[in-house]
């Protein structure tokens, strides 16, 4: 069966909130969708076939202090408005579709890396709570959010440990897939100053991520190489914008944009994915 697969990227994303919404006006329902962090989280609307739901909470949001700003951090342990937007929003303000969510026939698998061992896990989307904790640990950026814990135990961003899990689409049975990603052909990640302070900050409390965090660059740059060799090999259809997106873009006009772009690049290969079923 073939499969989605959703990088990450905080406001990225907003690309593959496009693709998604194409893909629901094709009448086109992967019975597998797999992802990490904003990516994921962005999918679920897909399940629920909310089309442009992503999009307005974005549109009318992004520069909301309670969504991002300063005054989150003393209760939030965050500069990300968590409980605003995991339980606010889904809840009140743009109503998630439980009904339709539910009757989804396929598998969600939701990446999370567990602070303790510095490993990757993915914990079944079906199971999403109201409170959407899964959701929040998938996105959970070390030093930018707080560890979330899940049964008990910490996580962080599932793309620290699998940044676009195809592997794991491949080993659950998904012999093509269609990958969504957040950036332009030809991106190459570095070890940033940000995973740096980080390793430094978390190595006492969690000594497993530090190797984790400094090596995550080498681990993106050669999936992505396995992506691009399977569509070579006719076992997948990689999406991608085609140019560089801030991940914290502030500027709506180019958000809107962003999502037009994943809209109309899904259309221009409509064909090329349906042959992926």
Known sequence: MPGIILEGGTFRPIFSAGVMDA??????????????????????????????????ILINHRNDTRYIGKGNLLKQKS?????????????KLYPFD???????????????????????EYKDGSKLDKKCMMLRATCAIPLVFPAIKLDGQPYFDGGLADPI??????????????????????????????????SFVLKKKYPHLPELLMNRHIRYNQTVRFCEKLEKEGKA?????????????????????????????????????????
């Not at 500069?79 to 809840?91: E, K, Q, V």
């Not at 259809?237 to 560089?244: F, T």
Request: proline content about 4%; glycine content about 6%.
């Open 23 to 56: 893909l629901l006006d094709e009448d086109i329902m992967f019975p597998y969708m797999i992802g990490v962090s904003a990516g994921i989280c962005d999918g679920f609307s897909y399940i629920s076939k909310q089309k442009k739901r992503n999009l307005q």
């Open 79 to 91: 500069p990300f408005g968590l409980d605003f937007i995991y339980d606010t929003i889904p809840n």
């Open 98 to 120: 439980w009904k339709t969510f539910h009757e989804y026939k396929g598998r969600i698998r939701v990446g999370v890396t567990n602070a303790r061992t510095g490993q990757v």
């Open 165 to 198: 899990p195809i592997r794991k689409a491949i080993r659950d049975g998904n012999e093509k897939n269609l990958i969504v990603l957040t950036r332009p052909k030809g991106y190459k990640k570095t070890l940033s100053k940000s995973h740096k302070l980080a």
């Open 237 to 277: 259809v990689i999406l991608r914008p085609s140019h560089s997106i801030e991940s914290l873009e502030k500027d709506i006009d180019v958000l809107r944009q962003t999502y037009d772009m994943g809209y109309q690049m899904t259309k221009e290969n409509i064909n090329r994915i349906k042959e992926l079923f």
